[in-house]
């Protein structure tokens, strides 16, 4: 039987590693990478596919109670399970509303973690679950997958972005702005950030203020001084600087990619 794959998404430090260690001791419980925000979590769900995700009711970005209302739309099956961790009691009509397995309160028990757990085995909709393929290694690096969805957060709200849409990436003065074949997005982010969220080879710092798609490199021009510059396949065929700083590593690179 294969391992049941878990998702702790928890903004506290403490109230998050708690969970992660007395979830580390079921020999039969196997971690996905932890999440600290509502768009983390989201982000998990639907990368690692999760057979059950712990969810913090109070996080920042979208809420654990509406985390669960999108996994209720989006899913085509019964996972993820839903259990909810929260300090305060009062949501229970609302975990029941969302069909939650569970409700954990904090500071955790391990005897109630372990019934939750018990409950988690039983449930009928990990009857097919362990036929899934499982994360290489907890805490490791995500598969990659055509599947794979960014959620971004702008001033209004939320944007859904496929990985292999984004062109590529500039940071101006207030706003990280991304930059597809159809449009231009603007979010609440740092290129840093976002460069660690993606964590693909084919996106690539190539200056301090661009990230690139090097998927969606048109051409590379040599420049002075041992630079470069990219010209970009959006319909603008925006040109991109490479800083020398980077000009090596974009060579290299653009060789693993090519074989």
């Not at 209720?72 to 969302?98: C, E, K, N, S």
Request: hydrophobic fraction near 40%; proline fraction near 7%.
């Amino acid at each position: 039987m294969r391992p049941i794959r878990a998702l702790v998404a928890e903004d506290e430090w403490v109230a998050r590693e708690e969970l992660v260690y007395l979830l580390r001791r079921a020999p039969d419980i196997e971690l996905c990478p932890p999440a600290t925000t509502g768009s983390e979590a989201l982000e998990g769900i639907w990368r690692w596919h999760p057979h059950v995700v712990f969810l913090d009711i109070h996080m920042p970005g979208p809420s654990g109670m509406e985390i669960a209302q999108e996994v209720m739309r989006q899913r085509t099956g019964d996972l993820p399970l839903v259990v909810f961790i929260t300090a305060y009691d009062t949501y229970a009509v609302d975990a029941f509303a969302v069909e939650a397995v569970d409700y954990l309160l904090k500071p955790y028990d391990e005897e109630r973690l372990r019934q939750t757990l018990e409950r988690i085995r039983r449930h009928p909709a990990l009857a097919d679950a362990h036929t899934g393929e499982a994360p290489s290694a907890a805490y490791g690096m995500p598969p990659q997958s055509s599947g794979i969805r960014l959620w971004l957060h702008q001033s209004e709200g939320w944007v859904v972005l496929p990985p292999a849409q984004i062109c590529f990436a500039e940071r101006t003065d207030r706003y990280v702005e991304v930059h597809t074949m159809s449009e231009v997005v603007r979010v609440r982010t740092t290129l840093h950030e976002l460069e660690e969220r993606l964590a693909s080879p084919v996106f690539f710092r190539c200056h301090k203020s661009f990230l690139v798609n090097l998927e969606q490199v048109r051409e590379v021009q040599p420049w002075v001084n041992g630079a470069y510059t990219l010209i970009m396949a959006d319909p603008a065929r925006t040109t991109v600087p490479v800083s020398r700083t980077f000009a090596k590593e974009l060579r290299q690179r653009l060789r693993q990619l090519a074989r």
